[in-house]
């Protein structure tokens, strides 16, 4: 694939610590109108990660990024991703291995999402998760202040057994009770991935159409040998690294999705 994935920086965005759930980390906040949760995906606020959260605002949203891991505006490099994957999957915050589990960054998301929904116009917030967060997205659909909740390639748990690829990434309450509000008040979720990817295996998503039907839109884009899309055998970073603005390109197509899902969640009519 030629040409690179959209960047930015650190300009313009405040940041604040955050404290939810007894964890605290540092909150980069930016823009008008309804308000948007960007979990980073490993290794962390990257100038990619940048590149979407200043598309959103450019968008209209008001958008929020904790940073959970790394150092905020770090360029991804080899080392500086192996040395994040390590630290987050022995850290509880996330219990990257766990099965059926109720992960505590997640009541931190949600207590993130509650207050940024306080403070921004709309019925409520949108979420994405991407990568190692991606699963975390849905885990803060448990709440009410979630209208919009995205899953991007969600690796967590990550997949090492065929049980850790089948898992949803969230405890069956926190599943049963996103299942009730899609049935209760139509709620929807949007998830994306690569066809190729064994780090987001298709597995997931068949459990998430299980339990969600209808209410689980589905964006899977073909990277298998000689895909139309170009997208390399290790294409997996949906809405960031694999982006190029340019007409007709998929995953600039499954960005803009995004964006015409968090509207029509956050701005009813």
């Excluded at 405890?171 to 509000?181: I, K, N, P, Q």
């Excluded at 949007?190 to 997931?204: A, Y």
């Excluded at 690294?241 to 197509?253: M, N, T, Y």
């Amino acid at each position: 694939m030629t040409g690179s994935a959209p960047t930015s920086e650190l300009t313009g965005w405040q940041s604040a610590p955050f404290t939810g759930a007894g964890i605290t980390h540092d909150v980069y906040e930016k823009g008008d109108g309804p308000g948007v949760v960007l979990v980073p995906e490993i290794p962390g606020i990257t100038p990619e990660v940048l590149g979407l959260a200043d598309h959103l605002v450019k968008q209209g949203f008001t958008v929020a990024i904790p940073s959970l891991f790394g150092t905020p505006g770090r360029p991804m490099s080899g080392p500086y991703v192996a040395g994040t994957v390590a630290r987050v999957c022995v850290s509880a915050e996330f219990r990257a291995f766990a099965v059926n589990a109720r992960r505590p960054i997640a009541d931190y998301l949600r207590e993130l999402c509650r207050d940024l929904a306080a403070r921004t116009p709309g019925p409520g917030v949108g979420v994405i998760g991407m990568c190692f967060t991606g699963g975390f997205a849905l885990a803060a659909a448990v709440d009410d202040a979630v209208l919009a909740p995205v899953l991007s390639q969600p690796s967590v748990p990550l997949p090492v057994s065929k049980g850790r690829r089948r898992d949803a990434g969230v405890s069956r309450e926190e599943l049963a009770t996103v299942v009730d509000r899609t049935a209760r008040s139509g709620l929807c979720v949007l998830g994306l991935r690569f066809t190729g990817d064994r780090t987001s295996p298709p597995d997931r998503f068949v459990t998430l159409r299980e339990h969600l039907g209808d209410a689980f839109e589905v964006i899977e884009l073909d990277s298998s040998p000689g895909n139309a899309g170009g997208f390399g055998r290790a294409a997996h970073s949906v809405l960031t690294a694999e982006v190029r603005e340019e007409p007709g390109h998929q995953a600039l197509a499954a960005r803009d999705r995004v964006v015409d899902f968090l509207r029509e969640r956050l701005l009813p009519g």
